[in-house]
């Protein structure tokens, strides 16, 4: 079974076998194991010990993996699961940019922007106050905005929609 | 010596009191709120007193019921740690009134150090070195052009009920002067409505070097060396160490008696620390001194050998310091603070539950913590989860023991500080000790998203498709068994109880 691995933004193709992987025109051995009593998976590859740490993401495929010293947002998928879940990032994407949610509950310390303003990727839209510190809350796409939801001194819940774009 | 002390805070410092308690043959007693019935800290204590709600305003900032607590269990003394109620003046007086000791400073000396002018006046009168500027509010721009010249440029406004770096302006030639002063005067008044600025010398890549003093009730003050803290984010604090390369022992000395200086102008009694500017040339400005134990005290026990929370214990019950006068460090100590924030994402707080914690060990580890695998990180209190510690014979090898100790900590359930520490640790600037109080600000950016190698990018794909292809043939959508309990698995599914296959296959997919 092949499968197409996003990780950190670039895709390598994973072809799994009986007893292994061709990844990069290579064949190695490589399985998986839990590590008893614990959620550590251990992952040989040839005869490399990788222990990681897994968390499930919102979506089938998605997983946080805390590997080597680094954390990798990965998606893998099948063939027929690729292509199907690039066209619907694709139409998501042509439906315009995700609107800004609450990361936490706290309160709203200030709003830069109005509605009608273009932001870019990255642009710092909202300042959120938790645990006694000022967050800046960004998009992760530009845009332009649509609709401001919050006020300063609100107090909003983890999932409140803050700001909506166009 | 006393058969019981009340520990008035909670988290790893709570932990931290209590050991020493266990240690000294002291009965410990903590204080806990609605959100720790279960910490670590309550259950480790020998008896533990529920003081309040979970808000820490209506729990561990109530002195009165604190003390009341106290009074109640009958212990002797009570230590504030820090933060809460550590460095308030009313607290410590109100303790001392109700018969009881405070383990920290004589209120007076809390107050005497506690706001930033009377502090300031205090050092200049004992000949400690500030940084050269106002103590009385600008009046205008040719007040703040004649005092700039007499110690040039560059200068900084800032303003008198400031904090954060909200109405500061840094003025690098006398004809910008009069503009930045009506700009700082303008952030000053919006932010704090108090328009009054001040001006002072502008220290260019200076150094955060503080120094920990202990004294006891007999008259001796003692400095226990320096702590480089210059790796801070927001004025905050996130890696320290003990010694600094920037401070020769001639240097130490010097700061070590000015800083000694200080505390005894305060009246000063227990465990305190003065923070200073360090300079490029090695020249050294008080910036203010704090009347409580810090947090990254452990580097400086490691160094000295000195259990800093046991003596602050036993001075407070009198001891004499049986130290010599002056202690040169051994080896070095480095200090990750493990915060409970993701670094990749702004450093936003990271809450839920620590599913499984694996800890560090091995040859100079220390792990000061307040967290189990099980415990509920919270928006109630600060992010700090731990610190973790190293010791060894070198800088070098100090910097190699915590990357290698970082690697070993395996926190699963939150995002932590963990691997902005590893980035910090493999950095060669970080490495050579080049860093002063800007230092990661500039740095952050490249230090957050880093560039994993090309063969550990390899090894993750290669471990997402086993994950994936492991959960092809073991789940089904939908099906109860998703959140498998060994699969590392901390998806919460949406309750979607009488949707239809096809409605949840659709949400699984994205398909909205």
Known sequence: MKYIVDVNGERLEVDLDADGVRVDGAHVQAHLADVEGTPIQLVTIGSEMHRVAVRRGDARGRYALWMDGYRYEVEALDERMRTIRDLTNASAAASGPRPLVAPMPGLIVRVTVRPGDSVEAGQGLVVMEAMKMENELRTTTAGVVKNVLIQPGVAVEKGALLVEFE | MFTKVLVANRGEIALRIIRACQELGIKSVAVYSDADAQAPHVREADEAVHIGPAASSESYLRGERIVEAAKQVGAEAIHPGYGFLSEREWFARLVRDSGLVFIGPPAEAIAAMGSKTSARQLAIKAG??????????????????????????????????????????????????????????????????????????????????????????????????????????????????????????????????????????????????????????????????????????????????????????????????????????????????????????????????????????????????????????????????????????????????????????????????????????????????????????????????????????????????????????????????????????????????????????????GLR
């Open chain 2, 128 to 509: 400690v070195p500030v940084v050269p500027g106002t103590t009385e509010p600008l009046r205008d721009a040719e007040e703040a052009a004649e005092i700039a010249k007499t110690f040039g440029y560059p200068i900084l406004l800032k303003a008198a009920a400031g904090g954060g770096g909200k109405g500061m302006r840094v003025v690098r030639e006398a004809k910008d002067l009069a503009a930045s002063l009506d700009a700082a005067k303008r952030e000053a008044k919006n932010a704090f409505g108090d328009d009054a600025v001040y001006v002072e010398k502008y220290i260019e890549g200076p150094r955060h070097v503080e120094i920990q003093i202990i004294a006891d009730q007999h008259g001796t003050v003692l400095s226990l060396g320096e702590r480089e803290c210059s790796v801070q984010r927001r004025h905050q604090k996130m890696i320290e160490e003990a010694p600094s390369v920037a401070v020769s022992p001639e240097l130490r000395r010097r700061m070590g008696e000015t800083a000694v200086a200080a505390a005894r102008a305060a009246g000063y009694v227990n465990a305190g620390t003065c923070e200073f500017l360090l300079d490029k040339n090695g020249d050294f400005y008080f910036l203010e001194m704090n009347t409580r134990l810090q947090v990254e005290h452990p580097v400086t026990e490691l160094v000295t050998g000195i259990d800093l929370v046991q003596w602050q214990i036993r001075v407070a019950a009198g001891e004499k310091l049986p130290f010599p006068d002056e202690i040169q460090p051994r080896g070095w100590a480095i200090e990750c603070r493990i915060t409970s924030e993701d670094p990749a994402n702004g450093f936003l707080p990271s809450t839920g539950r620590i599913e499984y914690l694996h800890l560090p060990a091995g040859p100079g580890v220390r792990w000061d913590g307040g967290v189990e695998s099980g415990s509920t990180v919270g928006l109630h209190y600060d992010p700090m989860l731990a610190k973790l510690i190293v010791w060894a014979a070198t800088r070098d090898q100090a910097v190699a023991r915590m990357h290698r100790a970082l690697k070993e900590l395996t926190i699963v359930g939150i995002e932590t500080s963990r691997e902005f520490h590893l980035r910090v640790m493999e950095d060669a600037e970080f490495q050579r000790g080049d860093i002063e109080i800007q230092w990661l600000e500039r740095r952050l950016p490249e230090l957050v998203t880093p560039k994993a190698p090309r063969d550990s990018v390899r090894a993750a794909a290669i471990a997402a498709a086993l994950l994936a292809d492991r959960d092809r043939h073991t789940r089904r959508p939908g099906a109860a068994g998703a959140n498998r309990g060994n699969g590392g698995a901390s998806r919460v599914d949406a309750p979607l109880s009488g949707a239809d296959a096809w409605v949840i296959a659709g949400r699984r997919e």
